[in-house]
């Protein structure tokens, strides 16, 4: 009777893992979207050393971000974007 219980719960744990990744509306790599898009999450992830607390490299940068963003600036896009902002004060 025991064997029979852990055979019904593994069977239905089983269905329940397939059913669940089987229905995915989404792929879990989903593609980088549309050139606006992109260009902004460059600004706001910027990859590349800031003048202003490091060394100024003039040739490191791609030609559109020569100017880096201003540190006020830097320092309100996560405050700009985000509703929950005023919880962390």
């Known amino acids: 009777m025991r064997k ?3 055979l019904t719960c593994c069977a239905i744990f089983g269905c329940a893992s397939l059913v669940q990744t ?5 792929p879990l790599l989903a593609p980088p979207g549309p050139i606006q ?8 992830h910027d990859p590349f050393p ?3 607390i490091g ?5 490191g940068r791609p030609r559109e971000y020569q100017k880096p963003l201003a540190e006020p600036v830097r320092d309100r896009l996560y405050r700009d974007r985000s509703p929950w902002w005023y919880f962390g004060q």
């Open 37 to 44: 898009h992109q260009q902004n999450q460059a600004v706001i």
């Open 50 to 52: 800031q003048n202003d």
């Open 55 to 59: 060394v100024e490299e003039q040739a």
């Open 22 to 26: 089987g229905c995915r509306n989404r």
């Open 4 to 6: 029979f219980a852990l």
